[in-house]
Protein backbone atom coordinates (compact mmCIF):
# COMPACT_ATOMS: atom_id res chain seq x y z
CA UNK A 1 0.00 0.00 0.00
CA UNK A 2 1.65 3.15 -0.99
CA UNK A 3 0.56 5.84 0.76
CA UNK A 4 0.98 9.82 0.39
CA UNK A 5 -0.44 12.36 2.64
CA UNK A 6 -1.15 16.15 1.86
CA UNK A 7 -0.50 18.44 5.24
CA UNK A 8 -3.81 19.12 5.82
CA UNK A 9 -4.11 15.71 6.94
CA UNK A 10 -1.25 15.85 8.98
CA UNK A 11 -2.38 19.28 10.57
CA UNK A 12 -5.39 18.01 11.70
CA UNK A 13 -3.52 15.15 13.38
CA UNK A 14 -1.15 17.49 15.02
CA UNK A 15 -3.92 19.66 16.50
CA UNK A 16 -5.77 16.73 18.47
CA UNK A 17 -2.15 15.37 19.46
CA UNK A 18 -1.62 19.01 21.11
CA UNK A 19 -4.86 19.60 22.84
CA UNK A 20 -4.14 16.25 24.47
CA UNK A 21 -0.60 17.21 25.74
CA UNK A 22 -2.15 20.64 27.12
CA UNK A 23 -4.52 17.79 29.30
CA UNK A 24 -1.05 16.22 30.13
CA UNK A 25 0.30 19.08 31.96
CA UNK A 26 -3.24 20.84 32.87
CA UNK A 27 -4.20 17.04 35.09
CA UNK A 28 0.40 17.25 35.96
CA UNK A 29 -0.52 20.64 37.29
CA UNK A 30 -3.93 19.78 38.97
CA UNK A 31 -2.09 17.03 40.92
CA UNK A 32 0.95 18.85 41.94
CA UNK A 33 -0.43 21.94 42.86
CA UNK A 34 0.44 21.81 46.26
CA UNK A 35 4.00 21.00 45.58
CA UNK A 36 4.38 24.43 44.45
CA UNK A 37 4.97 23.73 40.62
CA UNK A 38 1.66 24.28 39.79
CA UNK A 39 2.21 27.26 37.42
CA UNK A 40 4.93 26.32 35.61
CA UNK A 41 3.09 23.44 34.31
CA UNK A 42 0.05 25.13 34.11
CA UNK A 43 2.66 27.46 31.09
CA UNK A 44 3.60 24.14 29.23
CA UNK A 45 -0.17 23.49 29.17
CA UNK A 46 -0.41 26.68 27.75
CA UNK A 47 2.71 26.14 25.01
CA UNK A 48 0.50 23.06 23.96
CA UNK A 49 -2.37 25.73 23.33
CA UNK A 50 -0.26 27.81 21.58
CA UNK A 51 0.60 24.85 19.35
CA UNK A 52 -2.92 24.06 18.82
CA UNK A 53 -3.58 27.30 17.73
CA UNK A 54 -0.18 27.56 15.79
CA UNK A 55 -0.98 24.55 13.82
CA UNK A 56 -4.63 26.10 13.21
CA UNK A 57 -4.05 28.80 11.76
CA UNK A 58 -0.86 27.05 9.36
CA UNK A 59 -3.42 24.62 8.95
CA UNK A 60 -5.98 27.25 7.42
CA UNK A 61 -3.73 28.70 5.28
CA UNK A 62 -2.88 25.54 3.44
CA UNK A 63 -4.04 25.99 -0.06
CA UNK A 64 -4.13 23.94 -3.63
CA UNK A 65 -2.91 20.60 -3.53
CA UNK A 66 -1.75 20.30 0.44
CA UNK A 67 -5.56 20.04 0.95
CA UNK A 68 -8.16 17.32 -0.12
CA UNK A 69 -7.99 13.82 -0.83
CA UNK A 70 -4.55 12.77 -2.41
CA UNK A 71 -6.08 10.06 -4.59
CA UNK A 72 -8.83 7.53 -4.89
CA UNK A 73 -9.15 5.67 -1.27
CA UNK A 74 -12.96 4.08 -0.83
CA UNK A 75 -11.71 1.90 1.64
CA UNK A 76 -10.51 5.01 4.14
CA UNK A 77 -6.53 3.90 4.33
CA UNK A 78 -5.12 6.79 4.69
CA UNK A 79 -7.34 7.90 7.57
CA UNK A 80 -7.24 4.69 9.37
CA UNK A 81 -3.40 4.63 8.68
CA UNK A 82 -3.15 8.18 10.38
CA UNK A 83 -5.09 7.38 13.21
CA UNK A 84 -3.45 4.29 14.02
CA UNK A 85 -0.31 6.03 14.33
CA UNK A 86 -1.50 8.82 15.96
CA UNK A 87 -3.19 6.54 18.26
CA UNK A 88 -0.24 4.81 19.49
CA UNK A 89 3.20 6.36 18.53
CA UNK A 90 3.13 6.87 22.08
CA UNK A 91 4.28 10.34 22.28
CA UNK A 92 2.98 13.48 22.75
CA UNK A 93 -0.67 13.92 23.48
CA UNK A 94 -0.95 10.23 24.60
CA UNK A 95 -3.87 9.98 26.20
CA UNK A 96 -2.60 6.63 28.79
CA UNK A 97 -0.01 9.29 30.09
CA UNK A 98 -2.41 11.44 31.32
CA UNK A 99 -4.27 8.08 33.44
CA UNK A 100 -1.10 7.15 34.30
CA UNK A 101 -0.69 10.09 36.62
CA UNK A 102 -0.95 9.50 40.28
CA UNK A 103 -0.10 13.23 41.97
CA UNK A 104 3.16 10.92 43.10
CA UNK A 105 5.37 11.96 40.41
CA UNK A 106 7.93 14.85 41.25
CA UNK A 107 8.58 17.74 38.17
CA UNK A 108 11.50 15.85 37.60
CA UNK A 109 9.65 13.13 36.42
CA UNK A 110 6.53 14.88 34.96
CA UNK A 111 9.41 16.17 32.62
CA UNK A 112 10.98 13.37 31.80
CA UNK A 113 8.25 12.04 30.45
CA UNK A 114 7.70 14.94 28.69
CA UNK A 115 10.68 14.95 27.08
CA UNK A 116 10.09 11.13 25.95
CA UNK A 117 6.51 12.08 24.75
CA UNK A 118 8.36 14.97 22.45
CA UNK A 119 11.12 12.86 21.22
CA UNK A 120 8.52 9.98 19.90
CA UNK A 121 6.48 12.26 18.27
CA UNK A 122 9.22 14.02 16.53
CA UNK A 123 10.18 10.82 15.07
CA UNK A 124 6.88 10.21 14.47
CA UNK A 125 6.35 13.38 12.15
CA UNK A 126 9.84 12.70 10.58
CA UNK A 127 8.41 9.35 9.50
CA UNK A 128 5.12 11.05 8.28
CA UNK A 129 6.77 13.45 6.62
CA UNK A 130 8.63 11.65 4.21
CA UNK A 131 5.43 10.40 2.99
CA UNK A 132 4.13 13.59 2.15
CA UNK A 133 5.07 15.12 -1.20
CA UNK A 134 6.35 18.06 -1.82
CA UNK A 135 3.37 19.55 -4.01
CA UNK A 136 1.30 18.29 -0.97
CA UNK A 137 3.10 20.55 1.73
CA UNK A 138 5.69 18.79 2.66
CA UNK A 139 7.89 22.23 4.05
CA UNK A 140 4.63 22.79 5.88
CA UNK A 141 5.11 19.27 7.99
CA UNK A 142 8.33 19.76 8.31
CA UNK A 143 7.49 23.48 10.28
CA UNK A 144 5.54 21.18 13.03
CA UNK A 145 8.60 19.21 13.43
CA UNK A 146 10.65 22.57 14.41
CA UNK A 147 8.12 23.72 16.49
CA UNK A 148 8.49 20.27 18.39
CA UNK A 149 12.04 20.39 19.11
CA UNK A 150 11.88 24.01 20.63
CA UNK A 151 9.80 22.35 22.92
CA UNK A 152 11.74 19.73 23.88
CA UNK A 153 14.83 22.16 24.08
CA UNK A 154 12.51 23.97 26.65
CA UNK A 155 11.49 20.91 28.66
CA UNK A 156 15.16 19.45 28.47
CA UNK A 157 16.29 22.96 29.51
CA UNK A 158 14.03 22.33 32.74
CA UNK A 159 14.88 19.04 33.39
CA UNK A 160 18.13 20.03 33.83
CA UNK A 161 17.44 23.05 36.44
CA UNK A 162 15.46 20.49 38.20
CA UNK A 163 17.70 17.27 38.29
Known amino acids: MGISFKADEIFEFAVEIEKNAA ?3 RRA ?6 AGEYDFLVKLAEMEDDHVKTFSAMRESLGGSAVG ?40 DILKTGVRMEKDTILFYREIVDNVPAEYGREKVEKIIEEEKDHLVTLTKKLKQVK
Not at 29 to 34: G, K, R
Request: proline share 4%; aromatic share 8%.
Open 69 to 108: ATGFDPDGEVDLFLQAMADSHGGEGDPAATKQLTGEESLA
Open 29 to 34: AELNEA
Open 23 to 25: QFY
